[in-house]
Antibody, heavy 120, light 108 residues
Framework: QITLKESGPTLVKPTQTLTLTCTFS??????????VGWIRQPPGKALEWLAL???????RYSPSLKSRLTITKDTSKNQVVLTMTNMDPVDTATYYC????????????WGQGTMVTVSS | SSELTQDPAVSVALGQTVRITCQGD??????ASWYQQKPGQAPVLVIY???NRPSGIPDRFSGSSSGNTASLTITGAQAEDEADYYC???????????FGGGTKLTVL
């Protein structure tokens, strides 16, 4: 059974850097075809894809946020970390991590999400 | 263009059939996946690839694609299908992902 859980601060100040951790179980991020992605959703708004890291350490970023994002993986800890610099109130959102299976090119299992508020 | 366009809201009578669409240039080259999201919950994958359902998704959900449009069809909509639906695919370069703006489905 695949599970993912996001963790990190619930409140960050403007200009600070956000660090979120996705801890997963039930799969290995060293298995061919597997990836973990990050998606966010501002309150009442649509989903927005942020980043994706593949089993072979290939990394993809949203073009509009690429300069602010870094995604890394620690295969031994079953964790994926997303950092986002220069946080702004418009970055207030629920942040989800999700298991990505490249064979079907879809996020088939999602974490519960973690709400991050950006405010001074 | 690198975007996916969905109608903001669609309604369907209980037991009837509804089609939710997603338009984008990249859909001429790539399949869309579809996600159902109920209030306060994480999205759930309902359709992926040409027309595939993950285990546990009812067979009243189906997907199709033609030209630059992908569609999610619910045949015999149930009250529990009331939710937001999002399409997801690659952009035209194939290197990045994107989501549509979502469609709020109301079952009357």
């Amino acid at each position: 059974q695949i599970t993912l859980k996001e963790s990190g601060p619930t409140l960050v100040k403007p200009t600070q850097t956000l660090t979120l951790t996705c801890t997963f179980s039930g799969f290995s991020l060293s298995t061919s075809g597997v990836g973990v992605g990050w998606i966010r959703q501002p309150p009442g708004k649509a989903l927005e894809w942020l980043a994706l890291i593949y089993w072979d350490d290939d990394k993809r970023y949203s073009p509009s946020l690429k300069s602010r994002l870094t995604i890394t993986k620690d295969t031994s800890k079953n964790q994926v970390v997303l950092t986002m610099t220069n946080m702004d109130p418009v970055d207030t959102a629920t942040y989800y991590c999700a298991h990505f299976f490249s064979m079907v090119h879809a996020f088939d299992i999602w974490g519960q999400g973690t709400m991050v508020t950006v405010s001074s | 263009s690198s975007e996916l366009t969905q109608d903001p809201a669609v309604s369907v009578a209980l037991g009837q059939t509804v089609r939710i669409t997603c338009q984008g240039d990249s859909l001429r080259s790539y399949y869309a996946s579809w996600y159902q999201q109920k209030p306060g919950q994480a999205p759930v994958l309902v359709i992926y690839g040409k027309n595939n359902r993950p285990s546990g998704i009812p067979d009243r959900f189906s997907g199709s694609s033609s030209g630059n449009t992908a569609s999610l069809t619910i045949t015999g909509a149930q009250a529990e299908d009331e939710a937001d639906y999002y399409c997801n695919s690659r952009d035209s370069s194939g290197n990045h992902l994107m989501f549509g703006g979502g469609t709020k489905l109301t079952v009357l």
